[in-house]
């Protein structure tokens, strides 16, 4: 039987991306823009007052060129733009001011006000509508993940995992707060300028816009460069985080075993990746920007001798010049905004490309079409000779599992370490399909009921207890909504409120991260009062008694057994009188059921149990 698959590799390049890397931009960054419709509205403001900032930013400079030509007694201008300076000196100047050189100074400064009006509110609209799509993006990738079924997360770290959901998703806020907003500056400040210069001198218009259809080869060979090293760059960016996350957790075992320079190998060898990689682009990086200066001093240089012999000819006013001057200081501007432009949306293409990548996981176990809801508790749980391999691996961890639970039952599993008795509560659990065979949950097969229906219906606890950074409470209700009564009436039954009624802030107490303040015990129980708090009607137990005392464990099966009712239950231990009292006893060795029977008939057997037994025991028989 298939087990699915798992959408693309987070991180990984593919033929598709290969050829992404001639574009200038490639298909992943796109996709942002179905984030950005639910807010148009936003994004549409933003883009008109961004346009209208650059057009009030240039603006103030044809008012000083119509200042300098006063001041120099030039009556007139060439081209359409003198018509409009004689409407201006005839009608609005005459009107603001009986000085003209002051009411030109009005108008400089009413430019400028604009300017500063439509760049805060563009600036505004443009950076919450980034962080807006930026949870967005974060949320759909977070579901995308968190659906995805345990067995994903066997062979992928979780450094690389957070990278993608923290650096990469952030690396997309850029694109949307900064990126667009470059990209209509630039537009609208080279179409204004274009349109102004033109009215005043096509000639000079012609020299000064010339030289700058050089840039667009340069852009084509930097951007086809550098993409994949942004790409992989961004891919030892995980790396470096997954190492860290490992170094991090694992820090007793690391000082325990004088692991720290083994370990800051490591990082280094990560780091190193990166480095190389970041130096690659910012290599060529800035052999594209020193081109960018030399198209500028080109175009500079022009305009400077070509300006002033057009002015000595008499083609364009001293303050037409002066405005062609000012406006290049701002159009320089935009060409070198462009080079980061381009330099921040390879970026952002090689981030949405692994963003996009967890966004579009599909989980390979999912309610089948038709699947319905468990109807009330699970009262019958039953295999039937069930065959299961691990994906990618060909050593059948189970062979032909039969076996039936009733309500109210209690199934123990024992074997040697590898012979698939933890596969057997995943298959229930459905972190796994089986390869052939039926799992049935009340005479039904469980790939017929809802996952959600069953896994309400199940209390889990597995051999490593896993508790979230938070109080003892937070713990224990995890997800749900309970009553101080019912979380006392957990920790009880999982024989946890000895520990916790002496603790200074009782259960308000803070676990630490991975509940590394408590015991491995203490883990233990909260581990199971987490369980015990749903009631469930299914309770699997993985080796959870395994940190426990003796004494501990008598009681806690004390307390499960005299509240168990119709709670069937199947544990999981090596410990072999965590299911001694269990109905049905399931021996295994290599994936089959070798023996059966209760703990009284097994102990008799002279097989794999009685001898685990008698070791365990000190080979005082069955007592």
């Known amino acids: 039987m298939s087990h699915g698959r798992h959408g693309a590799s987070i991180g990984n390049s593919t033929e598709e991306g290969d050829e992404d890397d001639l574009q200038i931009l490639g298909r992943s960054i796109w996709r942002i823009f179905p984030y950005v419709s639910p807010y148009r509205h936003r994004a549409t403001f933003g883009f008109l007052s961004c346009m209208f900032a650059r057009v009030f930013d240039l603006v103030p400079f044809i008012f000083i060129g119509f200042a300098v030509d006063y001041y120099s007694g030039v009556t007139k201008s060439g081209g359409r733009l003198g018509d409009f300076r004689t409407f201006l000196d005839e009608n609005l100047l005459y009107h603001i001011s009986d000085d003209q050189a002051i009411s030109y100074?009005?108008?400089?400064?009413?430019?400028?006000?604009?300017?500063?009006?439509?760049?805060?509110?563009?600036?505004?609209?443009?950076?919450?509508?980034?962080?807006?799509?930026?949870?967005?993006?974060?949320?759909?990738?977070?579901?995308?993940?968190?659906?995805?079924?345990?067995?994903?997360?066997?062979?992928?770290?979780?450094?690389?995992?957070?990278?993608?959901?923290?650096?990469?998703?952030n690396q997309l806020e850029d694109v949307i707060s900064d990126s667009s907003t470059s990209i209509i500056r630039i537009f609208t400040t080279f179409i204004t300028a274009f349109f102004i210069l033109m009215m005043m001198s096509w000639k000079l218009t012609a020299v000064l816009f010339g030289p700058l259809l050089l840039i667009f080869p340069m852009v084509y060979l930097f951007s086809t460069r550098v993409q994949r090293k942004y790409r992989k760059q961004r891919e030892s960016t995980g790396g470096i985080n997954a190492v860290l996350e490992n170094v991090i957790s694992g820090i007793a075992v690391v000082q325990a075993y004088?692991?720290?320079e083994w370990e800051i190998a490591?990082?280094?060898?990560?780091?190193?990746?990166?480095?190389?990689?970041?130096?690659g682009a910012s290599r060529d990086r800035n052999r594209f920007v020193p081109g960018l200066y030399g198209v500028a001093g080109i175009v500079y240089g022009l305009l400077v001798s070509v300006g002033g012999w057009l002015m000595k000819e008499g083609d364009i006013s001293t303050g037409a010049f002066v405005t062609f001057l000012l406006i290049m200081t701002r159009l320089s501007m935009p060409l070198f905004i462009f080079g980061m432009l381009v330099n921040q949306l390879q970026r952002g293409e090689a981030a949405a490309r692994r963003v996009f990548d967890m966004v579009d996981l599909e989980p390979s176990i999912v309610d089948k079409e038709g699947a319905t809801a468990l109807d009330g508790s699970i009262d019958n749980i039953e295999f039937r000779d069930v065959h299961f391999t691990y994906p990618g691996t060909d050593t059948p961890v189970l062979n032909g599992i039969s076996f039936n639970v009733g309500q109210g039952g209690f199934l123990g599993v024992m074997g040697h370490t590898g012979a698939g008795k933890s596969t057997i509560l995943k298959l229930i659990l459905r972190y796994y399909e089986p390869d052939s065979g039926e799992v049935l949950i009340n005479g039904h097969n469980i790939q017929d009921i809802t996952l959600d229906s069953v896994r309400e219906q199940m209390g889990f606890v597995n051999q490593d207890p896993f508790l979230f950074y938070g109080s003892i409470r937070d713990n224990v209700v995890y997800s749900r909504h309970a009553s101080s009564e019912e979380v006392d009436s957990a920790l009880h039954l999982a024989g946890a409120d000895e520990f916790v009624i002496n603790m200074e802030d009782g259960v308000d107490t803070l676990v630490g991260d991975r509940g590394v303040m408590l015991s491995g015990g203490q883990r233990a129980r909260i581990s199971l009062a987490r369980a015990m708090l749903k009631k469930p009607s299914l309770l699997i137990l993985d080796e959870a008694s395994s940190a426990l005392d003796a004494e501990t464990e008598r009681q806690i099966q004390s307390n499960l057994l005299g509240t168990g009712g119709v709670r069937t239950t199947i544990a999981v231990?090596?410990?072999?009188?965590?299911?001694?009292?269990?109905?049905?006893i399931l021996s295994m060795v290599d994936g089959a059921v070798v023996e059966r029977g209760t703990h009284d008939i097994l102990v008799t057997n002279s097989g794999v149990y009685s001898s685990q037994w008698a070791i365990q025991t000190g080979a005082l028989g069955g007592e």
């Open 105 to 169: 100074g009005i108008l400089i400064f009413l430019g400028f006000a604009g300017l500063a009006v439509f760049q805060g509110i563009s600036d505004y609209c443009w950076q919450t509508l980034g962080y807006k799509v930026q949870h967005d993006l974060r949320l759909d990738a977070t579901q995308s993940l968190i659906r995805m079924e345990a067995s994903y997360y066997d062979l992928r770290q979780t450094g690389v995992l957070m990278s993608v959901l923290s650096s990469d998703v």
């Open 258 to 260: 004088n692991a720290q």
């Open 266 to 279: 490591r990082v280094s060898s990560e780091s190193e990746e990166y480095r190389d990689e970041a130096i």
């Open 573 to 584: 231990a090596h410990r072999l009188s965590t299911i001694r009292n269990a109905d049905e």
